[in-house]
């Protein structure tokens, strides 16, 4: 069999394959996708590997393959972990999706050059930092009560805070980081967030993410709920037009995040090309999808 990694860190990894033994909130994620693809992988000869992203490079010898999996941590050590996926590139194993697409994708400034290239992306002002009275400017300019501050490196809604005009934070508030200002969209309450699974550059399977009540958030980490979304054609062809003007033309998979704005279009607000969950209970075809598109690319290695 060919052994095929998939890469976790500490907080999300089972303590049997190294993880820690307080596990994040949201690690049996990390258990559901490996539930979902071992099986398929198996049966199309391939071995899943835990690993962790920071074992010693030895330790990734013999691999074929890696998957970034569940790195949910990289977002705190950017530099670091790209570090390491060139490292073992330059060992000659197989990486997906490839440095060069995780070194375009980590910082968030890459949803303007979709917009350059047609997409329809959330109205964004990119910061180096920012302040209470930034998010008043900010409000004015995009004639909101609401916005959402997120970090330009970041994942999982974490780091991230919504204010209204009413609710600033004190004078003296800073985020700390590059961070993008987004008005707040009541869609995301009203439909929710509507996700877009990629295998190979075909469409996959789709997902309705909703938050709790009270909240905004649509991760688990923060009690949002999902459920298996079947696309019209039209707010398909929109998924697929984000995945064509993706500057890369061979990705294993894309998950392409996307909410309604008030004039009914669908907008882009993340193109997942590094760590996503791709939520396998919503697509149970998935494991075999990706152990097939696997397999081609080993075919032809």
């Known amino acids: 069999m060919t052994r095929i990694g998939f890469l976790g860190c500490a907080a ?56 970034l999996g569940t790195a949910w941590d990289y977002q705190d050590h950017p530099e670091e972990f790209i570090a390491r996926l060139d490292a073992l590139a330059d060992r000659g194993i197989a990486i997906c999706n490839p440095p060069e697409a995780v070194r375009w994708n980590a910082d968030k400034r890459y949803l303007k050059e979709l917009a350059a290239s047609g997409a329809v992306t959330v109205p964004t002002l990119w910061r180096d930092d920012a302040t209470a009275a930034d998010l008043a400017a900010a409000m ?51 439909e929710g967030e509507f996700t ?31 459920a298996a979304f079947s696309p019209s054609a039209g707010d398909l062809a929109t998924a697929q037009a984000v995945v064509d003007a993706l500057p890369f033309t061979d990705l294993l998979y894309a998950r392409i995040d996307m909410l309604r704005l008030p004039d009914g279009r669908l907008a882009v607000m993340e193109a997942e090309l590094i760590e996503p969950y791709l939520y396998p209970e919503q697509g149970p075809a998935l494991g075999q999808r990706l152990a097939a598109a696997i397999a081609k690319r080993l075919a032809r290695a």
Not at 22 to 36: C, I, N, Y
Not at 204 to 221: E, F, M, N
Request: net charge neutral; aromatic share 10%; glycine share 12%.
């Open 12 to 67: 999300t990894l089972p303590a049997s394959n190294g993880g820690a033994a307080a596990r994040r909130g949201d690690a049996f994620e990390h258990d559901l996708e490996v539930a979902a693809l071992r099986p398929a992988f198996a049966a199309a000869g391939l071995e899943l590997v835990e690993i962790d992203w920071r074992a010693p490079l030895p330790a990734f010898d013999g691999l074929g393959l890696i998957l």
């Open 196 to 226: 877009f699974v990629f295998i190979d550059g075909a469409f996959s399977h789709g997902v309705c993410k909703t938050p709790a009540a009270g909240d905004y958030r649509i991760q688990s980490l923060f009690g949002g709920r999902e």
């Open 140 to 190: 004015d300019q995009f004639a909101s009560d609401r916005v959402v501050i997120k970090r330009r490196i970041g994942a999982g809604g974490l780091g991230q805070h919504s204010f209204a005009r009413n609710n600033l934070p004190a004078p003296g508030w800073r985020m700390g980081q590059p961070c993008m200002i987004q008005p707040f969209l009541p869609a995301i309450r009203e």
